[in-house]
């Protein structure tokens, strides 16, 4: 019998609830195939994240799928995969890459759903942006995917956008200090937060309580069904979380290794 292939993840970051979700999708089925399942934390460092695949490469997987946590600052990795014979999956965030398999849910149609329900609510209004981290693009897919139902709104003027910005590593604390500008440029003239995540939407939601807001008279947005945000929901501090199914996700691209 043909020994077992080896199929690795380098995580670029393990503090967020999410990805334990799609690493037991990618596990069980890695597992249920009798391969075996290696992973690295990335810990929101694009440094520790190559030093992790270098250290992936020398392990000699079969496949390594790699979360980036910097599309651009990759690449050397990926190149890196390539040359040693290893299969890659850019997995959740896209990478350039004409060898590599690109396995994601429809990041802008998450960004349509938050601009939907946020003007449900709030029809017009100050609207803050608080985008993901600059070097991954689904912070790009889930602002165009707003932009496109704000369309309308944002032309006639009945919504305006008053704060935008990018947050470092998707970080709570960052999304934090982000609203808190955004709240004193305005004077705390904000009807909505785009928060483009739940962790974000935690860091956006204690701004808001500091100013004694975060009452639910300010729409907030975010993504991926978190225990913690899913109560801000129930508690009416959180609008909405889009959840996405990372148990499918992790399936598909534990298959596809």
Known sequence: MAAGKTIAVSWKTFQEER???????????????????????GQNSAQKQAADIESLISQKPDVILVVAYDSDAILPSIKAIDDAGIKAIAYDVQFEDPNSLYITFDNVGVGRIMAQEALKVKPKGNYAFIKGDKGDPNATFLYQGMQEVLKGALASGDVKNVCETFTDGWKADAAQKNMEQCLTSTNNKVDAVLSENDG????????????????????????????????????????????????????VAGKAA
């Open 200 to 251: 974000m939407a935690s860091g956006v939601v204690a701004a808001l309580a500091a100013q004694g807001m975060a009452d639910g008279s300010v729409a907030v947005t975010g993504q991926d069904g978190d225990k913690a945000a899913i109560n801000r929901v129930a508690l009416g501090t959180q609008t909405v979380s889009i959840w996405k199914n990372a148990t499918d996700l992790g399936t």
């Open 19 to 41: 990805w334990k979700t799609d690493e037991a999708a990618i596990k069980a089925v890695v597992e249920a195939a009798g391969d075996k399942y290696i992973s690295t934390d």
